[in-house]
């Protein structure tokens, strides 16, 4: 870990000297602001066999009860060419997040800070959410309600170093280095090597990113298409590629979304699942559809959703206990963004 950090540090160092000499007819900013976010949300779901065990995604695992997600608090700091972000979570979305860790860490969604010597790098460290996938921790910031395989089996979170520089125009990427996959702390664990380039079109109707982790015995790679086809109708592809010590897993989900109005729309999510070479103890394909609705008064919305997900295995239970390939739920959740 020394070695890495020691590696690292001679690497920014030597990037910010360079750009150092760039601007050195720059003074420094002294710009202050702080914003922050609250929210807070909630669900009711029902497995259509009455078995919570038949939900194998994150963050709704119960049956025919009511659930607190998440309560969210998040700070952001800006002073100058220093930045710093406290995200702070209370509830079942936030003990699942950080599953790794204990006590009072669990509420730690993410904590960093940032140094920006110019406006082409910024260099972060930290606890972090994971850069790889579509889908997002806060309930508010996603479409479905429900999580997808890929986003429940990938990465959540990163901790460690890493640098975030503009290449131009639309065209970005970040590379770091990182504790295994959301560890806070793995000691003599290997590390992670992180990356991602990322680029759009002139008027950001088409974004592009591609995503990497990679260490001992675990290689990701990940590519999120977002797409604005009119105001009202969005689409949406998230690929990923995981290999875990020779064996493999992936995932291929498409979003369509459409806004009816400013105040109600759908959101339909398709996914094809594959662990049929048991890379996460699964040994089967899955392909699962949801469609939610997203009612909207002002700062709260309420997300029906309806969900089946198709196995070519039997991973599933009906409510005579019989293994099948099939599961279906409804959930109905409510979101309020302060």
Not at 183 to 192: G, H, Q, R
Not at 256 to 262: C, E, I, M, T, V
Not at 295 to 323: G, M
Request: glycine share 8%; with cysteine; aromatic share 14%.
């Amino acid at each position: 870990m020394k070695k890495s950090i020691l590696i690292i540090s001679l690497l920014f160092i030597t990037i910010f000297s360079v750009h150092a000499q760039n601007d050195s007819t720059k003074t420094f900013s002294e710009t202050k602001s702080t914003t922050y976010t609250t929210y807070i949300d909630g669900y009711y779901r029902a497995d259509f066999a009455g078995l919570k065990d038949n939900n194998k995604t994150s963050f709704t695992n119960s049956s025919n009860a009511f659930q607190l997600g998440m309560a969210s608090f998040k700070v952001d700091k800006t002073y100058g060419k220093f930045a710093a972000t406290l995200d702070l979570g209370f509830g079942k979305r936030a003990d699942e997040f950080s599953y790794n860790d204990k006590g009072l860490a669990t509420a730690v969604k993410q904590g960093y800070v940032s140094f920006a010597p110019n406006s082409t790098i910024k260099f972060t460290v930290g606890k972090w959410a994971t850069h790889i996938g579509y889908e997002l921790l806060d309930a508010y910031l996603n479409r479905n309600y429900s999580m997808s395989y890929g986003f429940s089996y990938g990465p959540f979170f990163h901790t460690g170093v890493r640098a975030d520089i503009s290449l131009g125009g639309k065209s970005a990427m970040m590379i770091g280095v990182a504790e295994p996959t959301d560890f806070i702390n793995a000691k003599v664990e290997p590390k992670m090597i992180i990356a991602q380039f990322s680029t759009a079109t002139s008027d950001d109707k088409l974004k592009a990113y591609l995503n990497y982790q990679g260490g001992k015995d675990k290689t990701q790679i990940d590519v999120v298409l977002n797409t604005v086809i009119t105001s009202e109708f969005g689409f949406s592809y998230d690929g990923t590629v995981c290999s875990l010590a020779g064996t493999n897993w992936s995932s291929n989900a498409i979003y369509f979304n459409y806004d009816l109005s400013p105040k109600f729309g759908l959101a339909v999510r398709s996914e094809y699942f594959n662990d049929s070479e048991s890379a996460l103890g699964l040994g089967t394909s899955v392909f699962q559809n949801t469609l939610s609705a997203n009612l909207k008064f002002n700062k709260f919305t309420i997300i029906p959703e309806i969900r089946f997900d198709d196995a070519t295995n039997t991973p599933f239970l009906t409510k005579a206990q019989a293994a099948t390939g099939t599961a279906g739920s409804f959930l109905i959740a409510a979101v309020y963004k302060f």
